[in-house]
């Protein structure tokens, strides 16, 4: 970002595919890049962070792709299909 920001959960809309298809709702988590905590915070302009979103999947069923929709509009897709 240009400009100082924060961030939380709310500030992207995610959406999850799974191997099926179906979009599994998201649970609103957003957890911090290696622990099992929740993430949010101030970052300074060019400051980056690393941040998980958390999705519930049975076990049987593997998630296919990510789609983050940020607060300009723009999606971004991820290929999720190797994650677990």
Known sequence: MPR???Y????FKATLRNADGEQVAYNQALLKASRDESASGKLARGEEARV???FEL???VGGDS????D???RTFTFDV????
């Open 4 to 6: 100082d920001t924060t």
């Open 8 to 11: 939380y959960w709310a500030d």
């Open 52 to 54: 998980r979103f958390y």
């Open 58 to 60: 049975p076990a049987t």
């Open 66 to 69: 990510l789609l983050l929709t």
């Open 71 to 73: 607060e300009s509009g």
């Open 81 to 84: 299909k190797a994650a677990r």
